[in-house]
């Protein structure tokens, strides 16, 4: 069974910085693209950055300059660099990956949540 879990969230002030990781594990072939999405309390979940095959990125305007997105594919990991933490930024981050397992089944999965709290 594929399993995706996401560390580093936590609680900092506005202009800090967090870096958030997503370890990806089990039958596993390939990872064709990683993303985060956030969902903030009585909002919709938006994805916030996207990386695929072949190292492109995209970011939600509302994160551009401030957010970088990357992986490790030796060690099927993900990861999100925040820095210039806003308030506004305070949600539950979900990890995202589109993978191939082993048995060649393509599927999309989730991580369970970690909590990002910015502070004014």
């Known amino acids: 069974q594929v399993q995706l879990v996401e560390s580093g969230g936590g609680l900092v002030q506005a202009g800090g910085s967090l870096r958030l990781s997503c370890a990806a594990s089990?039958?596993?072939?390939?990872?064709?693209?990683m993303a985060w999405y956030r969902q903030a309390p009585g909002k919709e979940r938006e994805r916030v950055a996207r990386?695929?095959?072949?190292?492109?990125?995209t970011y939600a305007d509302s994160v551009k300059g401030r957010f970088t997105i990357s992986r490790d594919r030796a060690m099927n990991m993900g990861y999100l660099q925040m820095d210039s933490l806003k308030p506004e930024d305070t949600a539950t981050y979900y990890c995202n990956a589109d993978i191939i397992t082993t048995d060649l089944v393509h599927e999309e999965f989730w991580g369970q949540g970690t909590q990002v709290t910015v502070s004014s």
């Open positions: 089990g039958p596993i072939r390939t990872i064709r693209a």
């Open positions: 990386i695929i095959s072949n190292d492109a990125t």
